[in-house]
Structures are given as C-alpha cells and as structure tokens.
C-alpha cells in the first residue's frame, strides 16, 4: 500500500458524459501528477500540481482539466467523453516538487467509456 | 519534445534464465527511475540513477546508466515467477523540470 487513495477504482459512462477521479496524496506530500495509462500502453502524464498550484502540464486535452485543493487533495475532470478516453488514470505523489523526488502511485481508477 | 524508447516490449523467459530491458532517450537525461507494475497493480519505485556509468544493485536486479546519460539497462539474474511484470524506465530530461516521460516498457513473463 503506498498510501496514495484514488476514487473511484471503477467507473463506467458514455460517451459525452463528465466523470471526476478524485485522488488524496501520501500524508506530508506536496505535489499530485496525473497520467493515463491506455491498454498496453506507458504512461502519459497528464498535469502535476504542488502545493495547491500548477507546476507542470503534460499533454493533456483541453476536455480534462485538474485542481488541488487546501487540504492537498486533487481532482481530475474529464468532459465530452469519447471512446478512446477509456484508460487507467493514476494519480502519484511526492513529498516535493521535484523530478527527483519518489512518486508513490495510487491503486488507479479504471475508465470505461461506452 | 522528449522521447523515451524501451526494447523488448515482451519477453517471455525460463525461471532461472537472465532478463535485460533497455531504455534510449532522445536526449540527456539529468536522471532515470525504473518502475515495477505488477498485473493488475499500479507502478511502484525501484530505484533512481542520477551519476553518468551509475550502477546500483538490489538483490537480483543491476540498474546502470549509460556514460552519456541517454541510456539505461535493468538486468535481472535467475528470474523468478516474483518477477514478472512490466518494468518501466522514466527519465528526466534536462530542461523538463519535474516532468518525467515513461517508456513503453517491457512485459516479463516467466514460465516456472
């Protein structure tokens, strides 16, 4: 357990639709970065956040945007669903902002768009 | 913008047979971080090399960056069924401050 929580672990929508993911980093961790991961595929990341800020951006879709809130928790939202935004969607977090610095990876949520 | 390559994207050995996965990046990388994703699982850190020719070891598994800091290798000895999974390399580029970009990564599999 890397004490990284993501919910929810499964969501299932249609296509057009809106979801949050939501994510609540390690105690004591500053910065939140979001990736996909597509079947079979790496991980793309997305948009990370440290301390309540944007810190960097991925190439993420004008569709998905992300916060961080006081309490260090984050949000992913992602709008006008299509098929091919079905993907596992991790949230890590790290004690700084680094690139150095560890990322502990969540469980995931898994997003499937029919 | 960066670009990191990793060779095989499968590889199917023996228990007991050696395993190497290697990573290529399209430009000098200021570190590197291998990653361990389990069937089913998410990521979890392994390790980080920072210095040019870095080699660090854990148990089984030998971790090197390349002299031009643009490659790196994890060779695992004797797999066993533990290690299966797929192993990711991630660098991070000079100019890309805290973003770091994967690579594809190599599924092992291992046939006791």
Excluded at chain 1, 15 to 26: D, E, I, N, Y
Excluded at chain 2, 35 to 58: D, T
Excluded at chain 2, 103 to 112: A, D, R, S, W, Y
Aim: proline residues 4%; hydrophobic residues 30%; aromatic residues 10%.
């Amino acid at each position: 357990d890397s004490g990284v929580t993501q919910t929810p672990k499964h969501l299932i929508t249609a296509t057009g639709q809106r979801v949050t993911l939501r994510c609540s980093p390690r105690s004591g961790d500053l910065s939140v970065y979001w990736y996909q991961q597509s079947l079979d595929q790496g991980l793309q990341f997305l948009i990370q956040y440290y301390n309540g800020e944007e810190r960097a951006k991925g190439n993420i879709l004008e569709r998905f945007s992300a916060q961080q809130f006081p309490d260090l928790h984050s949000e992913l939202n992602l709008s006008s669903l299509e098929l091919g935004d079905s993907a596992l969607y991790f949230c890590a977090s790290s004690r700084l902002r680094q690139g150095t610095d560890t990322q502990y990876f969540g469980p995931g949520t898994r997003l499937t768009v029919l | 913008g960066q670009q990191v390559m990793q060779i095989p994207q499968y590889q199917h050995v023996q228990e007991g047979e050696d395993f190497t996965t290697y990573c290529n990046s399209s430009t000098t990388l200021s570190n590197i971080q291998w990653y361990k994703q389990r069937p089913g699982g998410h990521p979890v850190f392994l390790i980080q090399l920072v210095k040019s020719g870095e080699v660090k070891k854990q148990k089984r598994l030998t971790f090197q960056f390349g002299e031009a800091k643009k490659n790196s290798s994890l060779h695992i000895t004797a797999t066993q069924t533990t290690d299966v999974g797929t192993y990711f390399c991630a660098g991070l580029g000079e100019t890309s401050g805290s973003r770091l970009t994967f690579g594809e990564g190599t599924q092992l599999t291992v046939n006791p």
